[in-house]
């Protein structure tokens, strides 16, 4: 759980839309109460998650064959997300993208803003948007921010890890590398989770 003091940073949304971010976080950031479980569990089939790209086009985040899905659910006014930002993208380089596919899940409501950050932080890898939380609260059952979700090749979830992280101490390194699949003897695929949405459907 996060156990340091959440801080905001105002963004231009607009008021409804920022007050009802603001009771996501308050809801989702109550430590000191009963919780309810995750929506997805511990070795069950992970839900392709429908999201938008930072240009707003409808993709599919779902598990990649010959890969470990990392899905960090992130927001720019969530002090702990943006604490936890630049030794994730420590790891995303250690670790590479061979074995390794890592994206962000914004709750953010304007791409704009998530952009900025990323690029004023150098953050590269990529990152999607929730703006209602469809995904984050229907299908994953999300109790706070941040959360990171890993589903294995065969989609499966895997593991999940809720509150802040320095990503690049090395037994998280190490923990992380141990559910990496193994290394292949042919060349890896340069397929990617992230699926325009359309592609999806029959």
């Given amino acids: 759980m996060v156990s340091k003091t959440l801080s905001f940073r105002w963004v231009p949304y607009p008021r409804v839309r920022w007050f009802i971010a603001l009771l996501a976080l308050v809801a989702l950031s109550a430590c000191d109460k009963a ?45 702990p997300c943006r604490h936890e930002m630049p030794s994730l993208q420590r790891l995303a380089k250690q670790l590479g993208g061979d074995r390794l596919e890592l994206v962000g899940l914004s709750v953010d409501m304007d791409e704009h803003v998530v952009r900025e950050y990323l690029i004023e932080n150098k953050i590269t890898f990529p990152s999607f948007l929730d703006r209602n939380l469809s995904e984050v609260n229907g299908v994953l059952g999300i109790r706070v921010f941040p959360s990171t979700f890993f589903v294995s090749p065969d989609g499966r979830l895997v593991k999940v890890i809720e509150g802040w992280r320095d ?36």
């Fill in 167 to 202: 990503w690049s101490t090395p037994e998280l390194v190490e923990s992380i590398g141990a559910l990496l699949p193994s290394i292949p003897s042919s060349p890896p695929s340069s397929s990617s989770s992230l699926l325009p949405l359309k592609e999806e459907l029959p």
């Fill in 35 to 79: 919780a309810p479980p995750l929506k997805v569990r511990i070795g069950q089939a992970m839900p392709a998650l429908h999201v938008q790209d930072l240009h707003n086009q409808s993709v599919s985040i779902k598990a990649n064959p010959g890969k470990l899905l990392m899905i960090n659910v992130w927001a720019t006014w969530c002090g």
